[in-house]
């Protein structure tokens, strides 16, 4: 870890600064983490081991809960399940993902000691657990797992006081991060990264982080000087600040007093109104086509979770022409409704009303979210998909290209979207330069290759929030 050092930020407490100067998509550290479990929702459909999505899993024959994709994952595994498999048959059931994590940490720790690694900066008891911070209800909840713990918690293993525990769950509350599977496209497990809980947040960071093969990455996203502090946003910004701010002190306990709260940038784009021929529509009119947004996006996501992606279309299609005249391209209500209108009708195999709507998506991406922002390279990258798959080849290779220049920042060389894109970007360059010699072959060879494989149906739609995952744990807060 020669290549940061904590210090004590001003208003914040303790943070990282880089020991030498970094540039875009450099490494700056990588850590595995303490523990990690898979979510409660997907511990039949994740390995419990590599974390990997498998369509056939072989389940532990004593405990009958874990999940692993062979007995070479079992193997490697047993080591951290070896006293779970045991404390579950004993309790007669699993219990919950923060449970099964606490206890997963403690046991480690009560083996290891409490430096687990040589590379290890910080320990679990220095870290803040902000349990004096929690609202009425999160307490309520917090002392319900705490109950069940103990419960679940062996007679033969090493006792603990209720104040370690406690301690232990609070951190996790505070500092989780969330583990995604081998594509890097869905979060499916919670983990606790001793390191990365001493970078600071900001709403224009200068790192990100992203999990590869096994371990979190955190990497530069521009220029840092020596002695510069090391940030990552643990919200997505595209959000005004005054929410950002709000989510900030609930979630993870702390104010902003990032140039960018404080200064509101980019609160204007992201509520502007459209101006046409120099005219613009008056603030009652924005408002009204806000709100009218803001509404829709409520009945927009019930109908999507019923799985009525006709009515999730006709909704935003309605919506999109009442508030397009008057939003401009960067209002945040109007990209989430073409978000979601391009997921489902992606999903439906309508791809050309589909590129139209992720390419007007990107578009207003580009003009508020950092040049590399991973949300932008994810959102770019679905946009050059969408458009290969209507047959717009020069866009779509535009927009593979752009993805590509992005993530390789973001997400490095290595990462299997990365190199999913890198295939993607030489798969369209061949087709691109088979179509500007001869447009007609082109399109008759594709329509031929697509009759006699037909392509596969999409993923199912996510919700206007979920569009690019956020890897922070909803109810993690950093901070120490």
């Not at 606790?192 to 590869?212: E, G, K, R, S, Y």
């Not at 510069?228 to 950002?244: A, C, H, I, M, P």
């Not at 939003?327 to 209500?333: G, P, R, S, V």
């Not at 580009?366 to 047959?391: D, F, I």
Request: hydrophobic share 35%; net charge negative.
């Amino acid at each position: 870890m020669e290549n940061v050092a904590i210090f004590d930020s001003p208003g914040k407490g303790r943070g990282l600064k880089a020991n030498k100067e970094f540039w875009a998509g450099d490494v700056i550290f990588a850590e595995a983490s303490l523990s990690a479990v898979v979510f409660d929702s997907l511990a039949e459909r994740i390995c419990h081991s590599c974390f990997r999505r498998q369509d056939k899993l072989q389940r532990c024959g004593q405990c009958k809960f874990a999940h692993y994709c062979d007995r070479t994952c079992q193997r490697a595994g047993w080591a951290e399940h070896k006293q779970e498999c045991s404390a579950i048959k004993t309790f007669g059931k699993a219990p919950n993902e923060n449970i099964r994590l606490v206890a997963r940490i403690l046991w480690r720790l009560d083996k290891e000691g409490g430096v687990v690694s040589d590379m290890q900066l910080t320990t679990l008891e220095e870290l803040e657990d902000h349990i004096c911070d929690m609202q009425e209800d999160e307490m309520k909840e917090f002392k319900v797992d705490i109950h069940n713990f103990l419960d679940y918690w062996p007679r033969n293993s090493k006792q603990h006081t209720i104040d370690v525990i406690s301690h232990i769950f609070g951190v996790i509350n505070c500092n989780g991060f969330s583990v995604s599977d081998q594509r890097g496209l869905q979060a499916v497990g919670v983990g606790l990264f001793l390191n990365l809980c001493l970078v600071n947040h900001n709403c224009w960071p200068n790192c990100t982080v992203i999990l590869n093969h096994g371990k979190i990455e955190l990497r530069a996203l521009g220029k840092i000087e020596e002695g510069e502090e090391l940030t990552v946003s643990y919200v997505d910004y595209l959000n005004l600040s005054e929410e950002r701010q709000r989510h900030l002190k609930t979630q993870y306990f702390f104010e902003c007093t990032c140039e960018h709260c404080k200064n509101k940038t980019k609160d204007d784009l992201k509520m502007a109104g459209r101006e046409k021929d120099g005219v613009k529509p008056t603030e009652e009119q924005v408002k009204e086509a806000s709100d009218y947004c803001y509404q829709m996006m409520d009945k927009i996501e019930k109908a999507r979770l019923n799985g009525d992606y006709h009515e999730v279309v006709k909704l935003c299609r309605g919506c999109i022409e009442k508030a397009e005249p008057v939003l401009a391209d960067t209002h945040i209500y109007l990209l989430r409704i073409y978000s979601t209108m391009s997921e489902v009708q992606s999903y439906l195999q309508y791809f050309e009303e589909a590129a139209d709507y992720a390419r007007k998506m990107v578009e207003g991406y580009v003009k508020l979210y950092h040049p590399n922002n991973a949300a932008l390279g994810m959102a770019a990258m679905r946009a050059g998909v969408t458009h290969w798959q209507a047959g717009l080849i020069e866009v779509g290779h535009g927009m593979i290209c752009k993805a590509y220049a992005i993530l390789m920042v973001t997400h490095g060389p290595t990462h299997p979207i990365t190199k999913d894109l890198d295939a993607m970007r030489v798969q369209t360059e061949m087709e691109l330069r088979m179509f500007k010699e001869n447009e007609y072959v082109y399109h008759s060879m594709r329509e031929a290759a697509l009759k006699n494989k037909p392509m596969t149906m999409m993923h199912e739609p996510k919700s206007v929030e979920e569009g690019i995952k956020d890897l922070f744990h909803p109810q993690e807060a950093f901070k120490d």
